[in-house]
T-cell receptor, first 110, second 114 residues
Framework: RKEVEQDPGPFNVPEGATVAFNCTYSNSASQSFFWYRQDCRKEPKLLMSVYSSGNEDGRFTAQLNRASQYISLLIRDSKLSDSATYLCVVNRANDYKLSFGAGTTVTVRA | DAMVIQNPRYQVTQFGKPVTLSCSQTLNHNVMYWYQQKSSQAPKLLFHYYDKDFNNEADTPDNFQSRRPNTSFCFLDIRSPGLGDAAMYLC?????????????FGPGTRLTVL
């Protein structure tokens, strides 16, 4: 089983729509959780850290469910510029190294 | 601005011809990582340096080596590139002392093997 699993998508949504997707992680001892954004042929960039109580940054909301071992990302009022691949990232248990999901692709259309 | 820099951005080499990729950082982070990423796949950790200590991943081929001469610089050497080594190579840094250990990535070097 992969350490981090994501639905690859693509999620095709119109501008202004809300889109949400999850990722699951295998190690219950993981402590740090992140969402990174990666544009085509570019490097991953940190979008947001995910806190245990859930957190919001503008149009983006992240939630953590430790009992079911999944993390979610919700994007409200989608913009064309939100089109990207979103990587779910989890630290390896008792380790500072990170495990990356293969990403969920979101395409926002006009 | 503090950042992670990689050179070159694009590298073309011939099958079997050694190549060196470089990474530098102005973040003063103590950990530097090298990842390999192929199309539609997750970044795969090759190895990392925690300060001067080198840490290899168990499945990283011997063909890949690394050097960290000082805090700011780290190099990836591919001794005999094969066609399967064509990929994006990403350097990242982190400050392990930070509460969430975020990693910050350089722009990557896209390697083509002919």
């Amino acid at each position: 089983r992969k350490e981090v699993e994501q639905d690859p998508g693509p999620f095709n949504v119109p501008e202004g729509a809300t889109v949400a997707f999850n990722c699951t992680y295998s190690n219950s001892a993981s402590q740090s959780f992140f969402w990174y954004r990666q544009d085509c042929r570019k490097e991953p960039k940190l979008l947001m850290s995910v806190y245990s109580s859930g957190n919001e940054d503008g149009r983006f909301t992240a939630q953590l469910n430790r009992a079911s071992q999944y993390i979610s990302l919700l994007i409200r009022d989608s913009k064309l510029s939100d089109s990207a691949t979103y990587l779910c990232v989890v630290n390896r248990a008792n380790d500072y190294k990170l495990s990356f999901g293969a990403g969920t692709t979101v395409t926002v259309r006009a | 601005d503090a950042m992670v820099i990689q050179n070159p951005r694009y590298q073309v080499t011939q099958f079997g011809k050694p190549v060196t990729l470089s990474c530098s950082q102005t973040l003063n982070h103590n950990v530097m990582y090298w990842y390999q990423q192929k199309s539609s796949q997750a970044p795969k950790l090759l190895f990392h340096y925690y300060d001067k200590d080198f840490n290899n991943e168990a499945d990283t081929p011997d063909n890949f080596q690394s050097r960290r001469p000082n805090t700011s610089f780290c190099f990836l050497d591919i001794r005999s590139p094969g066609l399967g080594d064509a990929a994006m190579y990403l350097c990242a840094t982190s400050n392990v002392a930070g509460p969430y250990n975020e990693q910050f990535f350089g722009p990557g070097t896209r390697l083509t093997v002919l």
